[in-house]
């Protein structure tokens, strides 16, 4: 099984509201990853959980919060957000355990939009 | 950072035509992984090939790591393998970094 499951899938929420996107996956994988896609752009990466421990922020603005609660699960917390972050959010896994192979594996996404 | 490029930036094929989809990096990579994104975002896994050459039914792979690129190959295209195809390297601290992508349409 090389599922990872995101919800919602849509999500349009206001400049004030707080709301939470998730990702869940069944493959033992142990390193989880929030992306973000613009329209016409390549995803980019914004977090790494790695054994459950934020190893990578990419200069993200505090209002997006991520949260690895185990190790099957990842939260992107939205608070405060801004029209211009209105994107498609990408989740993915990796194994993690050999050197050699950590391929990547992705969610459907949330495509959210803010007013 | 890596930088990644990918060639052409868009593509027109008719139904049954063959192409090549290239993927140049800038540094030594861990690993390359090659994405066909479908019109509803879903990232699909198509090759993880760090070096070496790969097939899968209509699609292959070529990774030549020390020259720093890789190249997709589609053969007999069909409307459905419209969509965007990523490239994406790994460096060493397990980051992904994804080129601009090749948006293909194939027309019936």
């Known amino acids: 099984d090389t599922e990872v499951t995101q919800t919602p899938k849509h999500l349009v929420m206001g400049m004030t509201n707080k709301k939470s996107l998730k990702c869940e996956q069944h493959?033992?994988?142990?390193?989880m990853y929030w992306y973000k896609q613009k329209a016409k752009k390549p995803p980019e990466l914004m977090f790494v959980?790695?054994?459950?421990?934020?190893?990578i922020n990419e200069s993200v603005p505090s209002r997006f919060s991520p949260e690895c609660p185990n190790s099957s699960l990842l939260n992107l917390h939205l608070h405060a957000l801004q029209p211009e972050d209105s994107a498609l959010y990408l989740c993915?896994?990796?194994?993690?355990?050999?050197?050699?192979?950590?391929?990547?594996?992705f969610g459907p996404g949330t495509r959210l939009t803010v007013l | 950072g890596i930088q990644v490029e990918q060639s052409p930036p868009d593509l027109i094929l008719q139904e049954g035509a063959n192409s090549t989809l290239r993927c140049n990096f800038s540094?030594?990579?861990?690993?390359l992984q090659w994405f066909h994104q479908n019109p509803w975002g879903q990232l699909i896994n198509l090759f993880y090939?760090?070096?070496g050459t790969k097939q899968n039914g209509r699609l292959s792979a070529t990774t030549v790591a020390t020259e720093r690129y890789s190249l997709l190959y589609i053969s007999s295209s069909q409307t459905t393998d419209s969509g965007v195809y990523f490239c994406?390297?790994?460096?060493?601290?397990?980051?992904?970094?994804f080129g601009g992508g090749t948006r293909l349409m194939v027309k019936p």
């Open positions: 993915a896994s990796s194994q993690l355990d050999l050197v050699s192979y950590n391929e990547q594996f």
């Open positions: 493959m033992g994988h142990r390193a």
């Open positions: 959980y790695s054994y459950e421990k934020l190893s």
């Open positions: 540094d030594s990579v861990n690993n």
């Open positions: 090939i760090p070096s």
């Open positions: 994406a390297v790994e460096d060493a601290g397990n980051m992904l970094t």
